[in-house]
């Protein structure tokens, strides 16, 4: 992955991440409940009745958000140079290791850190080293 510096678009990034932060903190103080993506999916695989509702409109804002951006924006090319088996794969291991790792990375990268947790700060650098070496060994060691 490279990135394109000279059209790298700070003000929406920053803009994107503060309202991030703004929806995981109104979903904790208004639902009492923690903006981790896993959770909020996989609470709608084992669904309770109560809970239906405020996740599918969470996970419908996040699809829908692109195409709002849309009217205003492009969105930028994605090429992905992987197949469809590695995909599912990597899909796979994301979801074990989500489950393994009690959360996400927005979960505890976001939510986590922000309310202190400890157990959220071990998991992001986890998370953050695991990239790290990930791509060393990627890049460097296997060409």
């Given at each position: 992955m490279n990135i394109d510096w000279a059209n790298f678009a700070i003000w929406q990034s920053l803009t994107g991440g503060m309202l991030i932060g703004l929806a995981a903190a109104l979903l904790l103080y208004f639902n009492g409940r923690i903006a981790g993506i896993s959770g909020i999916v996989g609470g709608l695989l084992r669904p309770a009745k109560e809970d239906i509702?405020?996740?599918v409109a969470f996970i419908s804002g996040l699809m829908i958000s692109s195409f709002v951006y849309m009217i205003a924006n492009p969105l930028p090319?994605?090429?992905i140079d992987a197949d469809i088996s590695t995909l599912i794969i990597a899909g796979v291991m994301v979801g074990f290791g989500t489950r393994y790792g009690s959360g996400c990375t927005s979960g505890h990268g976001v939510c986590g850190l922000s309310r202190g947790s400890l157990r959220s700060f071990a998991a992001t650098v986890s998370?953050?080293?695991?990239g790290v070496l990930t791509v060393y060994f990627a890049k460097h060691l296997m060409g």
């Open positions: 509702g405020w996740r090319v994605s090429k998370f953050i080293l695991a």
